[in-house]
């Protein structure tokens, strides 16, 4: 019997949204996400996830330094690692065009897409890690699926990896509205209906944060974003900017912070080189935003900067002139 590809991607795209409705009706979470499906993943391969509930700064620090590694330049490793860069390019791009048909024909149902986008995301990111081979620990998993604002530092591709993977069932992402003219990712962005602000300019901003946090509250969503606005070169924390806050206000939801460790140093800036370096994935417990009021907006985003400069390591912690910045600012 012939199977055409479009009959193919469409078969495993059915089986993958009826494994998760029926997960969700049983009250589990999504397949990737499950602890059978990550024993299969360890066995596989020596990637492994360990998951614990660690909250000291000590205990982070012990676990992330037992996890050493070789830092191996060779050429075969950077082969190797271009090999491993490409076969998720290719099977990024499968997992990409299997959802893009499933999001054409739920058109009409923007919930329904917005939990496909996000069974997409364990799917790809979960695959993705798994090809790479980076060590992980993850830490506080008992605040990895509430209803809340998750907000997480960026200074890796990997981080897009992992919050893919990581974050819970109906959680939308936020990004600028130029991202629609990303190839294939930036339509299945729209099509995942996830949230695009205008950032012309900062009433834009404000206004364009003021209704997607409308949208949040009226379909009961969690909210992924990077505080930063960006990546960082260095691996150091930068400023905050105030796009969570607004967010927090207008939809009181939450804020777990995410605390990412190690993912600089795993792919650097400007390379093709992914390095088996130990990666730490922290949730900090959530900060409740319920007494919060618009005329402290600058003494939040301080604070929770703070929080995240305590918990880095000192590699990825700001220099004192950008923390005297961020603080002037």
């Known amino acids: 019997m012939k199977i055409d590809c479009l009959s193919l991607f469409w078969y495993c795209g059915i089986k993958a949204m009826n494994n998760y409705t029926m997960m ?7 397949f990737l996400r499950n602890p059978r499906v990550e024993n299969f993943f360890e066995r596989r391969d020596n990637f492994k996830v360990e ?3 660690v909250h000291s700064k000590e205990a982070v620090g012990l676990k992330t330094n037992n996890m050493a ?16 860069i490409i076969v998720c390019f290719l099977s990024m791009m499968v997992t990409t065009f299997v959802w893009a048909v ?6 009409p149902w923007p919930y329904l897409r917005v939990k496909q986008g996000n069974v997409y995301g364990h799917v790809t990111g979960r695959m993705l890690m798994w090809i790479l081979g980076n060590p992980i620990t993850i830490e506080g998993i008992e605040y990895s699926n509430l209803k809340a604002i998750y907000i997480c530092n960026h200074a890796s591709p ?23 003219w990303y ?12 949230l695009r602000i205008d950032r012309s300019n900062p009433s834009a901003a404000i206004e364009s944060m003021k209704k997607a946090a409308q949208a949040i509250v009226s379909n009961n969503l969690s909210l992924v974003i990077f505080p930063e606005g960006t990546r960082s070169k260095t691996g150091r924390l930068l400023p905050f900017k105030k796009g969570f806050v607004h967010m927090a206000l207008q939809s ?20 093709l080189h992914v390095r088996p370096a130990p990666l730490t994935v922290k949730y ?15 003494e939040y985003v301080n604070m929770v900067h703070n929080l995240y400069v305590e918990h880095l390591p000192d590699t990825q912690k700001p220099l004192m002139l950008e923390c005297k910045d961020h603080s002037e600012h």
């Open 158 to 180: 990997l981080d897009i990896f992992l919050i893919m993977w990581l974050t819970p069932t109906g959680t939308v992402g936020i990004a600028k509205k130029e991202i629609i």
């Open 69 to 84: 590694y070789f830092d191996n330049d060779s050429w075969v490793a950077a082969a190797i690692s271009y090999l491993r």
């Open 102 to 107: 499933l999001m054409v024909f739920l058109l």
């Open 24 to 30: 969700e009706g049983c009250g589990g979470r999504s």
């Open 51 to 53: 998951k614990s509930e």
């Open 183 to 194: 190839p294939l990712f930036g339509q299945l962005y729209v099509l995942a209906n996830h």
């Open 284 to 298: 900090l417990p959530p900060i409740s935003t319920d007494n919060w009021t618009e005329d402290k907006i600058d």
């Open 252 to 271: 009181k939801r939450a804020i777990v912070p995410i605390v990412l460790t190690g993912t600089h140093n795993a792919w650097r800036k400007d390379s």
